[in-house]
């Protein structure tokens, strides 16, 4: 049997960081992951200002910033006319900015910090059975290893096997559209200075800088193909991006397919094991908000544990799960309303478009937008 004070399922961003930031205060914390190493695919690509404050004191930061485009502002347009600017360059923060960073890229420098830690990782590890009792809680590993620790942490993502065996329910829906994701180089006329959010008829499209020279591209569809071609995203562009000057698809390097769901988890604590990210909470990605939420999860959820294995108050845990699920409500809303927004009907479109430009010109309307887009309003 392993035994260790916390125990993480999941070495996604959510679970890596938790690791790290317990691992640095002094607490022992193993690490399974059910999928062999790099098998994860690259879905998030955005760290906003609030995490990257979170961050900085487990020495994550200057790796992830030296490595990520820095974007200034976030914008909302339709087709070539701007709706709403966001601007984070006037934020009260050391990182006024969206860093772009890819999923892998952000896995790779949390798992090589954790192992400048002394952590480790588990895997390929699944987990089949999780057990809790007064003292602590039990899982078993598919190759019928055993883990003891004082505490577990779900950090496995939206089909949460430790969210399923802990019996919490994880109340939502689906959007009716799938989502279509790609990391393309491209030529033309969008500015690698900023995130834009495109409404159209045809639906949303984000367009993003990334480093090496590529843009991550995210869009709704009816049905999105397994893996995207240049074809087929040169037509989302075409009839959603920017029309003045075109963008030009040259390659695409990865594609994906996902469906979202909206979905928030009925309770962050049973007994023992309490959940972090995607096992938590779900969204739409508009807004890049996902990523950036878990791992605030994640820190603050470590911090909180490391109080209670030194001796604190078990019921401080019970306030973390009360204060972060009413967050992830906001956020979850906040996409939400975006999507909306972006998926608007033809019909109503010149009025949507006319309150959005209204809107943008309002200073306070960009501030509050920036101070909720970077995760500061949650400081």
């Known amino acids: 049997m392993i035994t260790t004070d916390v125990l993480v399922v999941g070495a996604g961003p959510v679970g890596l960081t938790a690791a790290i930031v317990l691992t640095r205060l002094g607490h022992g914390v193993v690490v399974v992951d059910d999928q062999a190493e790099g098998a994860n695919t690259s ?5 906003h200002a609030r995490t990257l404050e979170l961050l900085e004191p487990y020495g994550l930061t200057p790796a992830l910033t030296a490595r990520g485009v820095r974007t200034p ?15 984070f360059d006037g934020l009260p923060t050391r990182f006024p900015y969206t860093l772009m960073i890819s999923q892998a890229d952000m896995e790779a420098f949390l798992l090589a910090r954790l192992t400048e830690l002394g952590g480790r990782v588990l895997r390929p590890a699944p987990v089949t ?19 003891r620790a004082s505490y577990l942490v779900g950090a496995d993502g939206m089909h949460s096997l430790v969210r399923e065996r802990s019996g919490i329910g994880f109340a939502g829906g689906t959007y009716a559209e ?11 006329g969008v500015p690698r200075e900023e995130v834009i959010l495109y409404f159209s008829p045809e639906g949303l499209v ?10 991550r591209i995210v869009a709704t569809v009816d049905e999105a193909p397994p893996e995207p071609g240049a074809a087929f995203v040169q037509r989302l562009l075409d009839t959603r ?9 040259e390659e695409v390097v990865w594609g994906s397919r996902f469906r979202v769901h909206h979905r ?30 878990g791992i605030e999860d994640a820190v603050l959820l470590a911090e909180t544990l490391a109080k209670v294995l030194d001796g604190g108050p078990d019921d401080l845990l019970d306030a973390y799960a009360a204060a972060r699920r009413p967050v992830a409500e906001r956020v979850v809303a906040l996409a939400g309303r975006l999507t909306s927004l972006a998926t608007t009907g033809t019909a109503l479109r010149p009025l949507r478009n006319a309150v959005l430009a209204l809107a943008g010109r309002l200073p306070a309307v960009r501030r509050r937008l920036a101070w909720q887009l970077s995760g500061l309003d949650r400081r």
């Not at 984000?206 to 843009?215: E, I, N, Q, S, Y």
């Not at 991006?241 to 698809?249: N, T």
């Open 43 to 47: 879905r998030a690509a955005v760290v």
């Open 73 to 87: 502002r976030f914008t909302i347009r339709d087709r070539d006319r701007l709706l709403v600017p966001v601007p």
């Open 129 to 147: 059975a999780v057990e809790q009792d007064a003292s602590g809680v039990t899982a078993t590993l598919r190759d019928g290893r055993v883990l």
């Open 178 to 188: 799938s989502f279509t994701l790609a990391d393309v180089r491209l030529g033309g």
């Open 206 to 215: 984000v367009v993003a800088p990334l480093p090496d020279g590529l843009h």
């Open 241 to 249: 991006g920017p029309e003045a000057v075109p963008a030009v698809v």
């Open 264 to 293: 928030i988890a009925d309770a962050y604590r049973k007994g023992r094991v309490l959940l972090a990210g995607d096992a938590a909470h779900v969204h739409s990605p508009a807004g890049g908000q996902g990523m950036n939420l």
